[in-house]
């Protein structure tokens, strides 16, 4: 799928966030849709069929969070990445729970923002086939024979460790809440400071620097992401 096949829908009541958006990602060859509010969204998704959704959660009319409620009832898988203010990590968190692929912060990056949307769109392509063989940087992950090496080297993992990872990489790029992980992980939503022993120790054994990773990384209040390499 190229850029110019791509339709974003831009979902924000702020006029001068509409038009950062259309400038700055019609630059990057996507096709820009725009609705002001939640009805205008709801009848843009169902017209024009868009191929993501740019999420702004403080809409006046109905709030961002029931538009991804109601899309997800219906079963839709359409990407959405939130568009939300930094203070709100709670918003944040009920979003990705709700359905959210991704969100960034605002005021954020043409390139974040474009990397966002890139991870959100390969995504949804991939979520029917996993990929046996994850490789970023030096980190290779073998879902199948379940052998972790970095830098060549294979890296034992406890059980639980492995898990933590194995999750982390099926949806490699997005942010994870610590709710996510722990219900993937654990069945339930145990204490979360389990899930921060066990990504501390993860981090021991396959960051090079464990206290500045550059694999996985922590979101803020939020939970954590995988990164991957350009």
Do not use: C
């Not at 006046?60 to 997800?72: A, F, K, N, T, Y």
């Amino acid at each position: 799928m190229t850029n110019a096949s791509v339709k974003i829908l831009v979902v924000d009541d702020e006029a001068p966030i509409r038009k950062l958006l259309r400038v700055g990602l019609s630059t990057q060859g996507y096709n820009l849709l725009e609705a002001e509010n939640g009805r205008a969204a709801i009848e843009q998704v169902r017209v024009m069929q868009p191929d993501l959704i740019l999420l702004d959660l403080g809409l006046p009319d109905i709030s961002g969070h029931e538009l991804l409620r109601r899309w997800r009832d219906e079963g839709s898988e359409l990407p959405v990445v939130i568009l939300s203010s930094r203070t709100d990590e709670r918003g944040i968190v009920e979003a990705l729970e709700l359905g959210a692929d991704d969100y960034v912060t605002k005021p954020f990056g043409m390139n974040e923002l474009v990397a966002r949307i890139r991870v959100a769109l390969r995504h949804r392509l991939q979520q029917h086939g996993e990929r046996p063989v994850f490789e970023t940087g030096g980190l290779s992950v073998d879902l199948v024979k379940r052998i972790v090496k970095v830098d060549g080297n294979e890296i034992k993992l406890s059980p639980k460790e492995y898990e933590i990872l194995r999750v982390l990489v099926q949806h490699a790029g997005k942010a994870l809440t610590h709710r996510f992980l722990l219900e993937r992980v654990w069945g339930d939503t145990t204490d979360v400071q389990y899930l921060r022993v066990y990504v501390r120790q993860l981090r021991q054994k396959i960051e090079r620097l464990p206290d500045q990773p550059q694999y996985i990384i922590t979101e803020t209040g939020v939970g954590y992401r995988l990164k991957e390499m350009e």
